[in-house]
């Protein structure tokens, strides 16, 4: 990827910031979202694998450091503060963060605020991040929401739940990254898979399994969906560093399937859209957002699009194999960082993240932004 630098302008981030914070006050004034349910990958996981004996896992420091409602303390999240789920909730006046169902207080009235289903390491197909030894995958994602539904019931009644569920509750799914990096391309897990299919044949199946997950949230009674794309994965600090790149390199194999799965998801969501009766699928162009981010990170205030804050080498190389823990070195301004770590970025790229989806135009959002989908359900 060609590094083209035209602007260096620092206060695009303040901007971006204050802007944000105007829509979150007059959204405050129409009727705020109901529920926010939340499925993926870590990428929005916000401690559903606290409560899993699994290597994928962000329970201890410096994650959350930046992250108010703790204190600064861990969450679970993979990142220094909030994801952009929890952006997405409080800019349409959610109260609360949508608890991780694996919490002992997703109970009870807690859960009409929604409930967040994501896992590290989880992915469409149920074999993804099978090296971290325990992930929740989508197929057991939907089950899970398949028993809060029936909570939901018994806490507002049958009709009155449809209702909620339909007209008051936003689904939002970040996932598809470790179908990749966690499966396909992992060569001594998935030499048999990659043998037997070719990259059409395992972007079909992928396809094929989410049409099926995305229809099963729809008979649960979903209406209202933001579906996100897979980023441009051959750009995170992991592939750079296991393929031995410099800093402005890309890995072509890893963005290629990303960009072949991209354009199958924008048919499944048009084909849904056409299909399902009632349905919205937003879908949000994570992958384009990225690279935006990555190739003018100038632009918007950060110094580097390469290296991670947290994991650094003493050598200042590319940031080290291995996760942020308390032993890894952190840099010291989080908010000039795209990365947090090799995988996740940092909070202060979910926020431009967020707030593209949320009030962007169709060449991130499509066929309409978040707020537009909101306005449509109140
Ligand atoms: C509030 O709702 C109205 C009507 O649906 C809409 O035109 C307006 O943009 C909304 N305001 C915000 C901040 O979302
Ligand atoms: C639920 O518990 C989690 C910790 O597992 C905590 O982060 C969150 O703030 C709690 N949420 C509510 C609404 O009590
Ligand atoms: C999916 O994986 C889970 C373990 O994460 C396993 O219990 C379940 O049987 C698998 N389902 C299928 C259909 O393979
Ligand atoms: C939800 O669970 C019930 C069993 O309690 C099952 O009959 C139904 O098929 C499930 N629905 C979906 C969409 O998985």
């Not at 290629?256 to 949000?284: H, I, S, W």
Request: with cysteine; proline share 4%.
């Amino acid at each position: 990827m060609a590094l083209k630098l035209k602007y260096h302008n620092t206060f695009t981030l303040l901007f971006l910031l204050v802007n944000l914070s105007f829509h979150g006050n007059a959204a405050a004034q129409n009727e705020t979202l109901a529920a926010s349910f939340i499925f993926g990958d870590s990428l929005v996981d916000a401690g559903n694998n606290n409560y899993l004996s699994t290597l994928s896992k962000a329970d201890v420091p410096p994650n959350g450091i930046d992250f108010k409602a703790s204190g600064g303390n861990p969450t679970g999240r993979f990142t220094n503060g909030r994801t952009i789920s929890d952006i997405v909730g409080e800019e349409l006046g959610q109260p609360n963060y949508a608890v991780p169902y694996l919490a002992p207080n997703a109970t009870g009235k807690a859960i009409l605020n929604g409930v967040n289903y994501a896992s590290g390491g989880g992915g469409i197909l149920n074999a993804t991040g099978s090296l971290f030894v325990n992930r929740i995958g989508m197929d057991i994602q939907i089950d899970y929401f398949n028993i809060t539904r029936k909570e939901i019931n018994k806490l507002l009644g049958e009709s009155e739940a449809r209702e909620y569920i339909m007209k008051k509750s936003l689904f939002s799914i970040i996932v598809g990254s470790n179908d990749f990096l966690n499966n396909y391309l992992i060569p001594f897990v998935s030499t048999g898979v990659r043998v037997s299919q070719n990259p059409d044949a395992f972007v079909e199946d992928m396809i094929n399994h989410f049409r099926t997950q995305l229809k099963r949230l729809y008979q649960l009674d979903a209406r209202k969906f933001v579906v996100s794309n897979v980023g441009p994965i051959g750009c995170i600090p992991y592939q750079r560093i296991i393929n031995e790149l410099n800093d402005d390199d890309c890995v072509d194999l890893a963005n290629n399937l990303a960009t072949q799965y991209n354009a199958r998801l924008k048919d499944l969501l048009a084909e849904l859209n056409d299909n399902l009766p009632g349905a919205t699928f937003v879908l949000a162009n994570v992958y384009d957002l990225v690279s935006e981010l990555i190739v003018n990170y100038k632009k918007y205030g950060f110094t580097t699009a390469s290296r991670a804050c947290c994991g650094i080498g003493s050598g200042g190389q590319v940031a080290g194999l291995i996760p942020c823990v308390p032993t890894s070195s952190l840099c010291s301004d989080r908010y000039k960082h795209v990365f947090w770590d090799q995988y996740h970025p940092t909070e202060a790229a979910n926020l431009i993240l967020a707030k593209q989806i949320i009030d962007g135009d169709k060449r991130y959002v499509s066929p309409m932004n978040i707020r537009q989908l909101w306005n449509l359900l109140s």
